[in-house]
């Protein structure tokens, strides 16, 4: 099974901009299987490959149909495990 990290940015374009970005940190963490770790700059997931992706495909989603603004979203994917 291919492991994967993944580093992405959520930078909705409104005033409360804090508010959907923990929602999305939030779900994210309701995944058995995919690790997030959190800084100031980004957000870290590690994990199997397809659920990372997966995960990330539905919660993308769910960001862009949630809240009421436009929200940019920034990815850097990598095909390996990198935890720290």
């Not at 099974?1 to 959520?10: H, K, T, W």
């Not at 309701?30 to 995960?55: C, I």
């Not at 539905?58 to 009421?68: G, I, L, S, Y």
Request: with cysteine.
């Amino acid at each position: 099974m291919m492991q994967a990290s993944v580093e992405i940015s959520v930078y909705p374009l409104r005033r409360d901009y804090g508010t959907p970005i923990l929602k999305f940190i939030d779900r994210l963490k309701k995944y058995p299987h995919v690790e997030v770790h959190v800084n100031s700059m980004s957000t870290h997931l590690f994990g199997p490959y397809d659920e990372l992706m997966a995960a990330l495909t539905k919660e993308m989603k769910a960001t862009f149909q949630e809240d009421d603004c436009e929200t940019v979203m920034v990815l850097k994917v990598l095909n390996v495990d990198l935890r720290p």
